[in-house]
């Protein structure tokens, strides 16, 4: 049977956001893991590390990772930090390392020679770039070595051949950035944000821009205190410097997860952060110095309450509080027994005369088998427009330029104008709120005749995972208001109206 034990993580190497979880484990007889968010910076070394270990020693942990997420260690610097931390604590070292860099197997060789019991890796068919190292390769070159795993060569290669045909299945969901990046280490992005990102830009139809995001992440980084790059900070990194790129100016739209971060919702940043970036994000608000989950308050019995008989379990108040919008809407469509596919339409139909073109489908090209959803156009005035699909699950933008048409008998009405086709006008007024790319609304904070100073937020909307705070660009009253909440909105139309006065 093997070993039950659960890793802990901080994506500050905030101890104190660490402790309530390794008691909690502790207190159940397993074992804890302690992790060490491995990163680079002026501010980051051997001993700061070896301290953290030893803060994770004396909370409890049976053993310690190293969580190489970016794979930035050298095969020297492993050796150097491993060799630092057998010294300074009686407790079993795991290196968890991504192969991004190309550096990851010479990494771990010299964490094992250093004193490193475990290690991370993966079959050879999903091995590499943003994965890690491959299991048969260290398995063949720890082979007759006193560090011999023991593992079955054969047996792992034909475990390896049914999952290089599963991996066949979704090769068109991959990214193309898989492969090795030696750009890592001047860049410090982890291998999973790397595949994030592309996929965000791809869905900005600016995967073009990368190296841009790329360049700017060190700077986004800097500005705060220099997090190390993993869940959840990585995407909070990556969104904010994607917005600084996509935007044209630095930090015009802040997310609310870099405002929470600068307020120390997160906990405690590595180094000083960006004095004028926190007072611009946060403006007169304070700042939290404790452990911020202390500040939290018990809330599973109020979201039961609210969530009444549609929950049938924890799993189903959990979800409404993670999701309270979508799992709220899916919980009662469950309960009404309206839980189910929506129909696609296939070919073109004729309802009361008029022709209806489809705005859902699947499609066979080259072999390969497509849904397609159109979830939205510009305005059709425009002589070129911005089609948004959602190409089996994934965002997609085309632009197209009309050169011919045709003319429908029934007319030109249908799903195309009354469903996706933008109602909203492009923008003309200094005060025309406008989202800078396509997002969903969580909320309208203002109503028609409402008062508004510059700056004040009237919108929060959803993009990348990422919440954003839109403002008011001018100081008047809100003269019209063109969104409800949870609506899809594009780029380029006007969401409200604000009149100065």
Known sequence: MGLIFSEFFDALNDVRNLKTAIEAVKATGKHAQGTLCYTTSPVHDVYSFVNLAKELAKLGCDSIAIKDMAGLLTPFATYELVTALTDAIDLPIHLHSHATAGLAEMCQLKAIEAGCRHIDTALSSWAGGTSHPPTESLVMALEGTPYDT???????????????????????????????????????????????????????????????????????????????????????????????????KRYSTITNEVKRYLQGGYGKAPAPINASLQKRAIGKEDTIDCRPADLLKPELEQLRKEIGQLALNDEDVLSYAMFPEIGKQFLEQRSSGQLVPEP???????????????????????????????????????????????????????????????????????????????????????????????????????????????????????????????????????????????EAVNPNEVLIEIVAG
Do not use: W
Request: with cysteine; glycine share 8%; hydrophobic share 40%.
């Open 150 to 248: 023991g593992l079955n060569l054969q047996k792992l290669q034909e475990v390896n051949d049914y999952f290089a045909q599963v991996r066949k299945k979704y090769h068109r969901f991959e990214s193309e950035f898989t492969g090795v990046d030696t750009r890592v280490h001047v860049f410090q992005v982890p291998g999973g944000m790397i595949s994030n990102l592309a996929n965000q830009l791809q869905e900005r139809n600016a995967l073009n821009r990368i190296t841009e995001v790329y360049t700017e992440i060190p700077r986004v980084r800097r500005d705060l205190g220099y997090p190390p790059l993993v869940t959840p900070t990585s995407q909070i990194v990556g969104t904010q410097a994607v917005l600084n790129i996509l935007t044209g």
């Open 344 to 486: 696609l339409e296939v070919a073109s139909t004729i309802v009361n005369g008029v022709q209806k073109a489809p705005t859902e489908f699947n499609i066979a090209l080259h072999g390969e088998s497509y849904h397609i959803k159109v979830t939205g156009t510009s305005p059709k005035s425009e002589s070129t427009r911005h089609f948004y699909f959602m190409v089996d699950g994934i965002p997609e933008e085309i632009l197209v330029e009309t050169l011919d048409e045709i003319v429908l008998d029934g007319g030109t009405q249908g799903p195309v104008k009354s469903a996706i086709a933008s109602k909203r006008r492009s923008p003309t007024e200094k005060g025309d709120v406008v989202v800078s790319m396509p997002c969903n609304i969580l909320d309208v904070l203002v109503k028609i005749d409402q008062k508004v100073t510059a700056g004040q937020p009237v919108l929060v909307t959803e993009a990348m995972k990422m919440e954003t705070e839109i403002t008011a660009p001018i100081s008047g009253v809100v003269k019209a208001v063109h969104v409800v909440k949870g």
